[in-house]
């Protein structure tokens, strides 16, 4: 079997939610569900326990209030997301007079990091006087015994001269784990490219689709005209039985199959992740299990050659694969 994400390792763990990031002023850290607070917070946590409600915008600088993710009880090596969460939410968020490099660097400092990390940044840490940040989800992009990729998906709201404006990145964290635990090696934020002048009509629908829920960096590389339509169409055909809420597509993932050197299908633009269905996250021991089986299932019959979950449907036929890494997310490959 060809896996186009990445193999895995280790035991399980999983997600709940916190109070606020300490250090980041006004209550902005964290990162959110695939849709802006205002419409609803993170889910899909281990515990059917999140916040109820994202907190409301901040009256004094226009931006959301946000929620800190933190990992639960059923997240295979919860230490590592942790770990890659807390970075990232340390350098994407900050209160009024807190913007730049200088100050994250002690905001990562503070972390026991290296400030040097805040060099490998890029979008998330972009110029303004304040910034919210609110994660969507954190998956694996690969586990193995000492070694992490941990997926950080953000939505992020900046403050510049009084104008607030939204964006957001997938960052690639990567991670190594000695006799002290994990600890942050570098960091590769999504380049999705300029949006192309025209689009597939299938990429169109997808944008225009309300049962298709895109994050920021995964939005834009469908803009960018870089992902096959075998994608989009497989999305568009999904979307008329579930609500998908997508983690990643293009940018913002490993370039190999992680431990491997075996290329990926998602920087080619022929997969794309799922991390939540119908509302209820894949991770989710709660999450019933038959509707990850159907979902899968039904991925392979829109197309996908490559279809990996946290468990193995029967009768395979080739198609399904379960690890470690896919415990938390599906991934749906194409191989045109």
């Known amino acids: ?46 515990s059917p326990t999140r916040a109820a409600s994202s907190s409301p915008a901040s009256p004094s600088s226009g931006l959301p209030r946000t929620t800190p993710w933190r990992p639960g009880s059923a997240e295979v090596q919860p230490a590592a997301k942790l770990r890659a969460v807390q970075l990232v939410e340390a350098i994407g968020a900050w ?61 992020q709201w900046t403050r510049r001269d009084g104008t607030v404006g939204a964006g957001g990145t997938t960052v690639d964290v990567r991670l190594s784990r000695s006799g002290h635990g994990w600890t942050v090696d570098a960091l590769h934020p999504a380049h999705p490219g300029p949006a192309a002048r ?67 299908d998602h920087p080619r633009g022929r997969a794309f992740d799922v991390w939540r269905i119908d509302g209820h996250a894949v991770v989710d021991p709660a999450t019933p299990r038959g509707l990850i089986e159907r979902f899968m299932r039904d991925a392979a019959a829109a197309g996908s050659y490559n279809v990996g979950g946290p468990l193995l449907p029967g009768g395979a036929a080739g198609r399904f694969f379960s690890d470690p890494t896919h415990h938390d997310h599906v991934h749906i490959g194409f191989r045109t």
């Open 1 to 46: 079997m060809t896996h186009t994400c990445a193999p895995g390792a280790p035991p399980p763990g999983r997600r709940a939610v916190l109070g606020a990031l300490a250090g980041v002023a006004l209550g902005v850290a964290g990162c959110s569900s695939s849709s802006a607070p205002a419409e609803r917070p993170p889910q899909g946590s281990a």
């Open 95 to 155: 209160g009024d007079g807190h913007g730049g490099v200088p100050a994250a660097r002690a905001r990562v400092a503070a972390l026991g990091l290296p400030g040097d990390l805040v060099g490998q940044a890029g979008p998330l840490l972009p110029t303004a006087d304040q910034a919210a940040l609110q994660v969507v989800d954190a998956q694996y992009g690969g586990i193995l015994s000492r070694s992490a990729s941990v997926l950080v998906v953000c939505r």
């Open 198 to 264: 025209s689009l597939a009509p299938e990429v169109r629908g997808v944008l225009s689709d309300d049962r298709i829920v895109l994050p920021p960096a995964a939005a834009a590389d469908l803009r960018s005209g870089q992902v096959h339509t075998s994608v989009a169409r497989a999305m568009l055909a999904l979307a008329r039985g579930y609500r998908l809420e997508v983690s990643v597509v293009r940018s913002g993932h490993p370039l190999n199959v992680f431990g491997t050197g075996r290329p990926s």
